[in-house]
């Protein structure tokens, strides 16, 4: 860890406490804390599911949500409710170590990714667990922590664990500095407040040359992720968005976006992600996805070189090459953060009463 840069971050906070800047905001994350320590185990295995729609809607990494009911409803009918509860008490309560705790968490609970398990991780217990999100990870990077998470297949319990003993070293050194009441959420502040703006103007002066590399390594083409990403980008664009769907007989493909046109029937789009293995199975599994008639477009999700391959082989092929679309994964994961980040700056302005929603 860069001991130079921390050091500044620390002195920069130390200001703000004197001249009591951003009390309010700092007050906001024990009143969080002091919210969520309400649930115990026992309340938690009594949960309602009006009850999961508050607890969950709480969090920071679901403010891209504005309608909070409607992803609610969706992960327990992913999961199924009383999973998600006694996964939660696990996580969140468990004996085990942190690593196992937390693999079995994401491997069997969907839709609650890295940043809310970790923000309810350190609600919980803010002396152990750091907040790790996407932000969280750029003040990391920043610091010269090694081997920072940048995809969601990369947030293992094993990096997991370690990042929090990255923020536990940054919390003893506030502590040295002679900063009192430290715990890993007042890290987290100053990871936003602090840490994140230096990190942004730094990354514009060596204009996101490190960034680029690490995003055109075909190693970090991961299968789930960029599914997930393209069913999130089917929701905030108002479709009706699912993953691993029967579409026709023998088709089953990884995403569609749906949408009802009044009285008249829907219109599917269809997305299959190719990182490895046979194209000839992937065409067979659009052709056969255009039976539906209601498939408007198949699209094709690949890097640049096999997108390449997908159009040659399905050249000529009946019902594909009018129908096929082609999209590069890192213009979907472009796109997911742009929607994402508009998203929270919309729900942010709150033009909707929650009453209305």
């Given at each position: 860890?860069?001991?130079?840069?921390?050091?500044?971050?620390?002195?920069?906070?130390?200001?703000?406490?004197?001249?009591?800047?951003?009390?309010?905001?700092?007050?906001?994350?024990?009143?969080?804390?002091?919210?969520?320590?309400?649930?115990?185990?026992?309340?938690?295995?009594?949960?309602?599911?009006?009850?999961?729609?508050?607890?969950?809607?709480?969090?920071?990494?679901?403010?891209?949500?504005?309608?909070?009911?409607?992803?609610?409803?969706?992960?327990?009918?992913?999961?199924?409710?009383?999973?998600?509860?006694?996964?939660?008490?696990?996580?969140?309560?468990?004996?085990?170590?942190?690593?196992?705790?937390?693999?079995?968490?994401?491997?069997?609970?969907?839709?609650?990714?890295?940043?809310?398990?970790?923000?309810?991780?350190?609600?919980?217990?803010?002396?152990?667990?750091?907040?790790?999100?996407?932000?969280?990870?750029?003040?990391?990077?920043?610091?010269?922590?090694?081997?920072?998470?940048?995809?969601?297949?990369?947030?293992?319990?094993?990096?997991?664990?370690?990042?929090?003993?990255?923020?536990?070293?940054?919390?003893?050194?506030?502590?040295?500095?002679?900063?009192?009441?430290?715990?890993?959420?007042?890290?987290?502040?100053?990871?936003?407040?602090?840490?994140?703006?230096?990190?942004?103007?730094?990354?514009?002066?060596?204009?996101?040359?490190?960034?680029l590399i690490i995003e055109k390594d075909d190693k970090k083409f991961i299968h789930n992720d960029i599914i997930n990403q393209i069913v999130e980008i089917g929701q905030w664009l108002g479709f009706e968005s699912k993953s691993e769907v029967k579409i026709a007989d023998g088709a089953i493909v990884d995403a569609i976006w749906q949408a009802q046109i009044g009285n008249m029937g829907k219109v599917i789009y269809a997305f299959e992600v190719q990182t490895h293995g046979s194209i000839d199975s992937l065409i067979l599994n659009l052709q056969k996805a255009t039976n539906n008639f209601a498939v408007q477009a198949i699209v094709a999700v690949?890097?640049?070189?096999?997108?390449?391959?997908?159009?040659?082989?399905?050249?000529?092929?009946?019902?594909?090459?009018?129908?096929?679309?082609?999209?590069?994964?890192?213009?979907?994961?472009?796109?997911?953060?742009?929607?994402?980040?508009?998203?929270?700056?919309?729900?942010?302005?709150?033009?909707?009463?929650?009453?209305?929603?």
């Amino acid at each position: 860890m860069n001991k130079e840069k921390l050091n500044v971050s620390i002195k920069e906070y130390k200001k703000r406490i004197e001249r009591l800047v951003d009390i309010e905001v700092i007050n906001e994350r024990q009143e969080r804390k002091k919210y969520y320590q309400s649930w115990s185990k026992e309340r938690i295995k009594n949960m309602t599911e009006d009850e999961f729609v508050e607890y969950i809607g709480k969090l920071w990494s679901m403010i891209v949500w504005g309608n909070k009911k409607y992803i609610a409803d969706k992960i327990i009918k992913l999961n199924g409710f009383e999973n998600i509860k006694n996964m939660l008490i696990d996580l969140l309560y468990g004996t085990e170590d942190i690593e196992k705790r937390w693999d079995r968490f994401y491997k069997n609970i969907k839709q609650i990714g890295p940043s809310s398990m970790s923000e309810l991780l350190s609600y919980i217990n803010p002396n152990e667990y750091v907040v790790c999100n996407k932000v969280t990870c750029a003040c990391f990077k920043y610091l010269e922590v090694p081997k920072v998470p940048v995809y969601n297949y990369q947030y293992t319990g094993k990096n997991y664990k370690r990042l929090c003993n990255e923020a536990k070293e940054i919390k003893s050194k506030m502590y040295e500095e002679g900063i009192k009441n430290v715990d890993l959420l007042i890290v987290d502040y100053i990871f936003w407040d602090i840490v994140y703006p230096a990190s942004k103007k730094d990354n514009e002066l060596k204009n996101n040359e490190e960034e680029l590399i690490i995003e055109k390594d075909d190693k970090k083409f991961i299968h789930n992720d960029i599914i997930n990403q393209i069913v999130e980008i089917g929701q905030w664009l108002g479709f009706e968005s699912k993953s691993e769907v029967k579409i026709a007989d023998g088709a089953i493909v990884d995403a569609i976006w749906q949408a009802q046109i009044g009285n008249m029937g829907k219109v599917i789009y269809a997305f299959e992600v190719q990182t490895h293995g046979s194209i000839d199975s992937l065409i067979l599994n659009l052709q056969k996805a255009t039976n539906n008639f209601a498939v408007q477009a198949i699209v094709a999700v690949s890097d640049e070189k096999q997108i390449e391959k997908i159009k040659k082989e399905s050249k000529g092929i009946h019902n594909i090459e009018t129908k096929l679309k082609t999209w590069n994964y890192l213009e979907v994961m472009e796109m997911h953060d742009c929607l994402e980040r508009s998203n929270e700056i919309i729900n942010n302005l709150e033009l909707v009463p929650e009453s209305f929603i």
